[in-house]
């Protein structure tokens, strides 16, 4: 090997720098970077188009081939090290891994070693900059969800706070009498809260990934208030707490696709409260599946509508009632019965009418005792 400056054959050349530009046109993840000590500060004397790309090391859960694995890009304004593959031509930097610290200054796209995006403290998770910013002279470049400084909350800590839900009714069955006189039992209902946000992070334990955009993921070992919590920007995610209570948040509409079979198992109550309609639409034009509900011993089924109809229709086929014991039905109205065929009662017992006004039957041929 005839260059004596190929990977540190006359020392490495070590070197810190300050990231200025991302936007690789190969799309390798490469960056510019002003190193320094090598580079002038002054940017109309060393412009920033004029710094060389540095690569930049994986880890190895990065494969580095065909996409797989982690794929991750430096951001402007990050403090990197290396060193230059080519020695003392320092024209191939490559970056070993990032230096976090605190703010002293501002971003300022005209000075050199200055983050180029201008960005205030105002701005914390504004669109338009796509990336948060602590105050200066105040914070550490640590993610606020891993210091968890009271007084400097996260933005999407405070969120969730402010939009947990609570209050949400489940459904009631009042106390009615049924025809026969006897009580059909109240089924109370009651009101459920979202759990409290169960965010008690202590540093050094939490481990938090979080992007440009917004997006968070954590990976709490604080004792005691272990969790896992994944959030997308507009606050749809999920979190699991100390105990394994498990809490997802929909912001949008959530789609469920199952290619086969889909089997539930609940040990447990089940409440579903909807502020819109439900439709469930079974077996089309399939022929031979079947829409069942069995409920076990001791149990009842309570159906109530508050105001509207209940209507019950087939189209093609019977309607079957089997009733193990008594059948009640109270009419608070007028009760009509239509049949366009034949009609037919069997009663094996006896039969009574009470009927305060006019008894009258119409036909062809009434027959009392044929």
């Known amino acids: 090997m005839d260059n004596e400056n190929f990977l540190g054959f006359n020392n490495f050349i070590w070197f810190v720098g300050v990231v200025e530009d991302r936007n690789d046109p190969q799309k390798l993840g490469r960056v510019r970077v002003?190193?320094?000590?090598?580079h002038v500060g002054d940017k109309v004397q060393l412009p920033t188009e004029d710094l060389p790309w540095a690569q930049v090391v994986h880890p190895v859960t990065s494969s580095g081939i065909s996409g797989l694995g982690h794929t991750t890009f430096l951001v402007h304004g990050t403090w990197v090290f290396g060193y230059f593959r080519d020695g003392t031509d320092r024209q191939e930097p490559l970056i070993l891994g990032t230096m976090p610290g605190k703010v002293s200054e501002l971003g300022n796209p005209d000075k050199g070693f200055y983050d180029p995006d201008r960005r205030e403290p105002k701005d914390i998770f504004n669109k338009d900059y796509r990336i948060s910013v602590y105050p200066k002279d105040?914070?550490?470049?640590?993610?606020?969800?891993?210091?968890?400084?009271t007084t400097k909350e996260h933005s999407s800590l405070t969120t969730r706070k402010e939009q947990r839900i609570t209050g949400v009714p489940t459904a009631e069955f009042d106390e009615h009498t049924a025809a026969d006189g006897s009580t059909i039992a109240l089924s109370a209902g009651?009101?459920?809260?979202?759990?409290?946000?169960p965010y008690k992070a202590e540093y050094p334990f939490n481990k938090v990934f979080e992007s440009e955009a917004g997006h968070v993921k954590e990976y709490d070992d604080t004792t005691g208030a272990e969790r896992i919590h994944e959030r997308h920007t507009t606050g749809t995610g999920y979190e699991v707490d100390a105990s394994g209570n498990k809490v997802d948040i929909i912001k949008?509409?959530?789609?469920?696709?199952?290619?086969t079979d889909k089997q539930v198992f609940i040990d447990g109550h089940h409440d579903i409260t909807i502020d819109g309609r439900l439709k469930v639409f079974v077996n089309k034009e399939q022929g031979s599946n079947n829409y069942d509900i069995e409920v076990g011993s001791g149990a009842n089924v309570n159906i109530q509508v508050n105001k509207g109809d209940v209507n019950v229709v087939t189209v093609d086929g019977k309607i079957n009632l089997n009733s193990g014991t008594d059948m009640n039905i109270k009419c608070g109205g007028n009760f009509e019965l239509t049949c366009e065929g034949t009609y037919k009662e069997t009663i094996e017992g006896s039969k009574t009418s009470d009927v305060t006004g006019a008894v009258i039957h119409r036909g062809q041929t009434i027959d009392l005792n044929p």
């Open 34 to 38: 002003r190193v320094l000590g090598s």
């Open 138 to 149: 105040t914070e550490v470049d640590t993610n606020r969800l891993a210091v968890n400084d």
């Open 190 to 197: 009651s009101t459920f809260n979202q759990p409290e946000i």
């Open 252 to 259: 949008g509409s959530h789609f469920e696709l199952v290619s």
